[in-house]
């Protein structure tokens, strides 16, 4: 579930090629890309998605993928054969430089796809996006409130980094391994709880969230898992009092489904 909109940017398909792979904490790989075709790429910051074309055969046809991901778009990509159509999947722009472009994967062991693929990228492997908008409104209210997992610890930190830096709230982003923390660029009157769980997704952030003391109507933000972002939503509209059209929400994933 969601209620983010799907902006389709005139940039269409973006082919890239990786130049460089990092672990950077035990359970998160940056893969940063490069290439001329970048340059039609426009930096939005803040939680900027896109859909990742991956070849993960050797048979992928990065060619044939549409220029837009609309009902015509996602069509056009099924017409693909199966053994030629490239695997697609979302993902947050972590960092652009003009030139390069930084993904970060959670990738620990085999689960998923994209994880995987990440964990063995080489440079020279091709890739392509469609850039589909930012998620982040930014409305105006008494104060902000970000609730993200490891999924969607990119959004998080990018918020966080392109957000006003008058801005004031808590961010409550919830790990499974507290060693996956990165560093925050958060302005000052943002409150950055770090917490690690033990059990299902949302186990700490959800408790967190109900013990939260916020002055007046925040704007929210919350994604990852979609029971911790279904949760986060239901206790601020219902428990709260927060308008519908104040939370913004995302399940990036399922828990017994990959998340990548």
């Given amino acids: 579930m969601s209620n ?8 269409g398909l973006v082919h890239a090629e990786v130049t460089r792979r990092e672990r950077v904490t035990p359970n998160m790989v940056r893969v940063t890309l490069g290439g001329e075709d970048l340059r039609r790429f426009e930096f939005r910051g803040f939680d900027q998605w896109f ?13 044939r ?10 069509l056009t990509y099924l017409r693909i054969p199966k053994g030629k159509r490239p695997v697609v999947r979302n993902y947050t722009v972590r960092d652009f430089r003009g030139d390069e472009l930084d ?7 085999t689960d998923g796809v994209a994880g995987p693929w990440a964990a063995r990228a080489e440079p020279g492997d091709r890739v392509a996006f469609i850039d589909q908008g930012c998620g982040w409104l930014g409305k105006p ?12 610890l990119p959004a998080a930190l990018g918020i966080l980094r392109d957000m006003p830096r008058d801005a ?14 990165q560093e925050v660029d ?6 950055v709880h770090w917490l690690t769980r033990d059990g299902d997704p949302g186990a700490a952030a959800l408790p967190a969230l109900r013990e939260l003391a916020f002055t007046g109507v925040p704007y929210a933000f919350a994604v990852g898992e979609q029971a911790l972002a279904a949760g986060a939503r239901r206790h601020l509209v219902k428990e709260r009092g927060v308008p519908k059209e104040l939370v913004t929400f995302s399940g990036y994933w399922g828990k017994g489904r990959a998340a990548a």
Avoid: C, K, Q, W
């Fill in 51 to 63: 859909r990742l074309a991956l070849p993960v055969t050797a048979d992928a046809d990065l060619a």
């Fill in 186 to 191: 958060a302005p000052a009157g943002m409150t």
């Fill in 103 to 109: 993904i970060d994967f959670v990738a620990h062991g």
């Fill in 4 to 11: 983010i909109a799907v902006t389709h940017a005139g940039s």
């Fill in 168 to 181: 004031t709230g808590h961010a409550i982003i919830e790990l499974f391994d507290e060693r996956d923390r």
């Fill in 141 to 152: 209210a008494d104060s902000n409130l970000i609730v993200a997992d490891e999924s969607a």
């Fill in 65 to 74: 993928m549409p220029h837009t991901f609309g009902v015509g778009g996602y």
